[in-house]
């Protein structure tokens, strides 16, 4: 999957290690979440926050935001091949931007 990185944003947070913008041939996607965890790395599509009737962001019990994808991969190989293509590209730009702390 050809992947190039137009902008990335640091944000260090759990096993967070920021957002990029990335070009596949003609569309754009913003905020795709990279992360790192027990020697793993991942990137994942945008996803949005779960609002309630009254407009609050819904919370689970340990008070973090729950979020609900806004597009899915149809089959889990296309999910892997997009995750493993963006940490190559996030770290041809980048180097160590998804390097665990």
């Known amino acids: 999957m050809q992947i190039s990185v137009t902008d990335w944003r640091e944000m ?5 290690r920021g957002f990029a913008t990335i ?25 949005k926050p779960i609002i309630d009737r009254d407009g609050h962001a819904k919370r689970n ?7 609900v994808p ?12 997009f995750s493993n293509s963006v940490i190559e590209a996030v770290e041809r730009e980048y180097p160590g931007a998804t390097a665990a702390d």
């Open 70 to 81: 806004t597009m899915e991969w149809a089959r889990r190989e296309l999910a892997d091949d």
């Open 61 to 67: 019990d340990n008070g973090k935001v729950q979020y």
């Open 23 to 47: 070009r596949v041939g003609g569309l754009i996607i913003k905020d795709v979440a990279l992360h790192t965890s027990h020697g793993k790395r991942w990137a994942t599509l945008p996803a």
């Open 12 to 16: 260090k947070r759990n096993s967070l």
